[in-house]
């Protein structure tokens, strides 16, 4: 059962990672992150869960948890032709958003490679 499991996981892992090996996300760094939302060139949405949005987030971000995009997406309809960046603690759960986004007709995701651990990590700040 345990290797079941693990390759379950591994299968899952895959099929999101599929677009990162395929060429077809769009990766900014958080610090290029910041400079676009920071000029007011695209719009970040936070795809954590409550939990860790309520610990720290990115001032003015736009808070979805990635368990309620899908129903929420007509939220995000006045930004379909803006650039959006997808943010998550890691990495992961945005690659889901920024797919969703896409299937969704939004012409310009952006995937913030790292998460937010890495927006702490270049050393910008949060709330």
């Known amino acids: 059962m345990r290797l079941f499991s693990k390759y379950c996981r591994l299968g899952v892992f895959l099929l999101i990672a599929s677009p990162f090996a395929m060429g077809e996300t769009d990766v900014v760094s958080p610090k290029e992150a910041s400079a676009m939302y920071a000029k007011r ?44 960046i997808t943010q998550c603690q890691a990495g992961l759960r945005s690659a889901q958003a920024q797919l969703i986004l896409k299937s969704a007709g939004f012409s310009k995701t952006y995937l913030m490679n790292g998460g937010i651990q890495a927006w702490h990590e270049q050393g910008l700040v949060t709330e």
């Open 41 to 84: 060139q695209a719009i970040i949405v936070d795809v954590r869960e409550n939990d860790d949005w309520n610990e720290h987030r990115i001032h003015g971000a736009i808070h979805i948890p990635l368990s309620q995009l899908n129903e929420r997406l007509q939220e995000l309809e006045p930004y379909k032709n803006r650039p959006v």
